[in-house]
């Protein structure tokens, strides 16, 4: 629906039409910044026949805690109750329908101008049952809904570049996937949907990375407002503030509420999207030795310097340690910002966020009462500039390379003028860009991530987030018309609602990976700004709040 991450889809068979309406409910009332504040954790869910008439199966399947739990079915007021383990579920409808074990069928007609309404309530077996909700009142809360996010959408999205409607809905996509009381925001909302259709490259997408921090506050500012990113580096900043202080790395994940253990485990009663196995929660990353991070936070913090003023002494103290780890950490090995499961190793792309980290570091180090710093923190940042340039090139590959002292390519390593450690039409940059091109694309023109062994088996699709790369460092170099033919590319493999997954398959096109994919979502709005910028004869690539959104 236009506006509103509210879906409709339409039927159409031989004896008449219908629509299906499906929306996970807002808190009656909310608008603006109180957008989920209030959540009464419903789906809604309505059919309404709009022309002839449609017969119409309904099944109710409630299956918790990923399928181990068969639960109870009882008859309630207005509906039905569903009871076992740790849920409890509250189906609202208008329809008689029939208990077979723990599920519930009946089948209706429809005519042209009806329409009937459903809702799905969740609540812990702790909670007070709610009262189940009657046609006027899931019809309100539908409506409701739809204005909050309208309203929201009109209050905040004030992007006039190219791509405005695809650049405002992944926006919306972005606000959709924030989880409200803490403002983090999941990289996607499902699990275990593969990289490689049969494979085991089924990870659990559901957590905060630091990692898209500082390309997740960018795209913030420019498709959403800078309240919701500031929201989120709050999130961040509190769920990481003791591990630095205490001489740990920096995690490079975190569960909603800001939690730090996330295990992975397997789900064996579980077959997997298409047999992909094994279906995984948690992830085994959390605990990975991953640099980048303390550039990606501090690349957050540069972008939001100026709402920053006044910074408590405990938050700077933090900020100063980040910049003291990377400065102390930059030459050991690690995973890298792609989490290879195998052996560490000296990745590019970590040693250019740990030149970030001390870049911006030094040039806030007025608001981070760190002068005494500076000389140091700039004699470290020559030392990683000079190692990238020397170890990070490789003359064999026309361009920087995945890791020190190989010739592999790596897609991460187009970030290099996108944060400025070389202007983007240095011949070395100018030269990567097109290794890329060359090398590293599909048959469509998407770009792979890597295609070097990673110590997993199978082989994955190619990557979204990395085309956009892609299309905002060619736009930042002067390549404005190869950016423009390369944006389209990847944005031609959006699906039907405007969704984007992590990666494309390229020998079906099929969209793969978690979905919807936060990255890829973060990755368009980027490069339609970097575009824009370029058009417009911007002097600096940064998004700017007085030229790219409201400050509602």
Not at 144 to 160: A, C
Not at 206 to 211: E, G, S
Not at 303 to 321: A, I, W
Request: charged letters at 20%.
């Amino acid at each position: 629906m236009k506006e509103a991450m509210v879906l409709e889809t339409t039927f159409v068979a031989k004896s008449g039409t219908a629509v299906v309406t499906d929306a996970m409910a807002l808190g009656k009332g909310e608008r603006g910044h109180d957008l989920g504040r209030r959540s009464p954790h419903a789906l809604l869910r309505s059919v309404a026949c709009t022309n002839g008439n449609v017969h119409v199966d309904f099944e109710y399947s409630p299956r918790p805690e990923y399928g181990l739990v068969l639960p109870l079915l009882k008859r309630v007021s207005g509906g039905l109750e569903s009871r076992g383990g740790a849920s409890m579920f509250l189906l609202s409808t208008p329809i008689d329908l029939e208990i077979v074990e723990s599920a519930a069928r009946n089948e209706f007609k429809l005519t042209s101008g009806q329409a009937l309404h459903f809702s799905l309530q969740h609540r812990s077996v702790l909670d007070e049952r709610p009262p189940s909700w009657s046609q006027t009142e899931i019809a309100d809360h539908s409506a409701d809904t739809v204005e909050g996010w309208q309203t929201w959408s009109q209050l905040h999205q004030n992007y006039q570049g190219p791509w405005k409607e695809l650049v405002a809905h992944s926006g919306r996509v972005l606000q959709a996937l924030t989880y409200f009381p803490t403002g983090a925001i999941v990289a996607a909302p499902t699990t275990s949907l593969p990289e490689s259709v049969g494979g085991d490259r089924n990870w659990d997408y559901r957590f905060t990375w630091v990692r898209d921090a500082s390309f997740t506050l960018e795209a913030l500012w420019v498709a959403a407002c800078p309240d919701e990113a500031l929201k989120f580096f709050n999130f961040l900043a509190e769920a990481a503030l003791t591990q630095v202080r205490r001489g740990a790395d920096l995690q490079i994940m975190f569960g909603i509420r800001g939690e730090h253990d996330l295990t992975e485990r397997t789900l064996p009663q579980m077959r997997g999207w298409r047999d992909s196995s094994p279906v995984r929660i948690g992830n085994g990353a959390w605990n990975q030795r991953q640099l980048d991070v303390y550039g990606e936070l501090m690349g957050a913090v540069f972008l939001l310097r100026q709402q920053l003023n006044g910074l408590d002494e405990l938050t700077g103290e933090f900020l100063v340690s980040i910049i003291d780890a990377a400065a102390s950490h930059w030459q050991q090995k690690d995973q890298g910002i792609w989490e290879i499961r195998g052996e560490p190793r000296h990745f590019l792309y970590s040693k250019l966020m740990c030149w970030v980290a001390l870049d911006r570091g030094i040039q806030m180090a007025e608001l981070l009462h760190a002068a005494d710093r500076v000389l140091s923190w700039k004699q470290t940042r020559e030392e990683i500039r000079e190692a990238i340039l020397s170890q990070g090139w490789s003359q064999k590959a026309g361009s920087f390379s995945q890791a020190f002292g190989t010739d592999d390519l790596d897609a991460s390593s187009l970030m290099i003028p996108i944060v400025g450690f070389l202007p983007a039409d240095d011949a070395r940059v100018l030269s990567t860009i097109e290794a890329t091109v060359t090398h590293l694309t599909d048959q469509h023109g998407l770009v792979f991530r890597y295609i070097a062994q990673d110590g997993l088996a199978g082989k994955e699709g190619s990557f979204l987030l990395c085309t956009f790369w892609l299309a905002q460092s060619q736009a930042m170099s002067g390549q404005l018309d190869r950016a423009k033919v390369t944006f389209a590319k990847a944005v031609g493999f959006a699906n039907d609602v405007g969704l984007l997954s992590e990666e494309i398959l390229p020998d079906t096109k099929e969209l793969l990976g978690n979905f919807p994919q936060a990255f890829s979502h973060i990755g368009l709005i980027n490069a339609a700004w970097a575009i824009f910028q370029r058009e417009s004869g911007a002097s600096e690539y940064e998004p700017t709040m007085t030229t790219s959104v409201s400050t509602v």
